[in-house]
């Protein structure tokens, strides 16, 4: 690089944005089953519900009004499915609409819309039929993906199927703390088996009916690095790597199972699935063979404890490993979207030097090769942050649940230089982490 740079500068259309979730935000989805959820005691962690959440089934445009101001040109949004069918073959043409104005105030506005079909909530109705691990539920996906894809297209230019199947599939069938509160490994083998078909068939309709489309998904990959050089350690991170990252990795992109999910067996015809991926990135573990953890699979997972961390039990800040997640994304040769980057800061003191820092890494792996198209922070808005509750902000915008009043944080003027800048300036970083501008500008 060299030393006369004053940016790192994106490519020439490179979409700026924030994301959202239906649940997380819209307020009052009572016909779905996390909503049921939080209603039972103990499953939320600061005992709050989701209530209004942050009001956008009323007042969605403004907070969209002020991405824009805040130079965006794209949000991630999602769709709430227990909304547009909340019972069985029911179709919401109210909630169509209501969506329409959404999506439509969007694109007024300059923002291209990203949706989710599926953001972890399912309607009640199919909840109480078993799921995820019911067989039919594939047929089910495919017929709101139908509804959805005709009620939309005209408005969507890319459609995320899923968000985050291993996610989903770790907290609410292996450890339990999400609905529907466990199972185990075999309903977790069987869930993705019918994510990943369900992702295979709304690929299909959705190029049927919008050949122009992008369609993909929102994988969550998270590091685990090993805690020593030793060979159990080494074996540790590359066991929970393959069951987290590398067997939704090979499900959604040309529909193989691997083992410990399959035998390579292929759930689709297609040579590949998607048109680009999603990349949710947050943090790392540090992984040790430990035979006294049975329930654990024999593994030990920590934070590092000489890294930066953002609040407790949310893991250290490690920005090296979104640049390192690119980077293997970059192998499968398909354009990435950053579709989930973020931190949980209530006092929005990390925000801004943690946009930084990750910015950075994004533009790095560009330039080794990462076909990145666009980012996303998470979130534009404070939301209902799920098990967590209220307890765990991550907004560039701050919300008090009680008054629904908005302040806009400090970080979001960072986010809105970068995204106008189209790149990130020495002297911005100057600014926000002055330390950082020589390994990344030269002297």
Not at 117 to 138: I, K, Q
Not at 302 to 327: C, H, K, Q, T, V
Request: net charge negative; with cysteine.
């Amino acid at each position: 690089m060299s030393n006369a740079t004053d940016i790192l500068a994106f490519p020439d259309g490179f979409l700026w944005g924030a994301a959202t979730a239906s649940h997380q935000v819209e307020g009052g989805n009572i016909n779905n089953d996390w909503w049921a959820w939080e209603q039972q005691p103990g499953r939320i962690a600061d005992g709050t519900r989701s209530g209004l959440a942050s009001n956008w089934w009323q007042m969605a445009e403004r907070d969209l009004t002020t991405a824009a101001q805040l130079g965006h040109n794209t949000h991630r949004l999602s769709l709430e499915w227990s909304r547009l069918e909340p019972a069985p073959g029911e179709w919401d043409e109210a909630v169509v609409a209501r969506y329409r104005q959404i999506l439509t105030t969007m694109r007024n506005l300059g923002l291209a819309p990203m949706a989710t079909l599926h953001h972890f909530t399912l309607p009640l109705w199919l909840y109480e039929r078993g799921g995820w691990e019911n067989p039919a539920v594939v047929d089910w996906f495919s017929h709101y993906v139908e509804r959805a894809v005709a009620s939309f297209s005209d408005l969507v230019p890319i459609w995320c199927t899923i968000n985050e199947p291993m996610v989903q599939i770790s907290y609410g069938y292996i450890s339990g703390v999400w609905p529907p509160g466990g199972g185990g490994f075999r309903a977790a083998r069987i869930v993705l088996r019918h994510m990943a078909q369900a992702h295979a068939s709304a690929y299909s309709i959705i190029h049927q009916r919008q050949p122009e489309a992008q369609v993909g998904c929102a994988q969550h990959l998270h590091l685990f690095d090993p805690a020593s050089p030793r060979w159990p350690d080494r074996l540790a991170a590359k066991m929970l790597d393959r069951l987290f990252n590398g067997s939704a990795l090979a499900a959604f992109f040309d529909g193989t199972l691997p083992f410990p999910f399959g035998w390579g067996q292929k759930l689709s015809d297609k040579r590949l699935l998607l048109d680009f991926i999603g990349l949710n990135y947050y943090s790392r573990s540090m992984t040790a063979l430990d035979l006294h953890r049975k329930d654990q699979m024999y593994v030990r997972r920590f934070a590092n404890p000489d890294a930066p961390f953002s609040m407790e039990g949310w893991g250290e800040i490690y920005p090296e490993g979104l640049y390192r997640a690119l980077l293997r994304l970059a192998n499968l040769g398909l354009p990435i979207y950053v579709t989930e980057f973020g931190v949980p800061d209530n006092t929005d003191a990390i925000r801004p030097r943690f946009i930084v820092e990750h910015v950075a890494a994004i533009e790095r792996a560009i330039r080794h090769g990462a076909l990145v198209r666009g980012a996303y922070f998470w979130s534009l808005v404070d939301n209902f942050e799920w098990a967590a509750g209220w307890s765990a902000r991550f907004g560039l915008i701050h919300l008090d649940p009680e008054t629904q009043a908005r302040r806009i944080n400090g970080s979001a003027d960072i986010y809105r230089r970068i995204a106008v800048a189209n790149g990130l300036e020495r002297s911005l970083v100057n600014e926000v982490a002055p330390d950082l501008v020589e390994p990344l500008f030269g002297s």
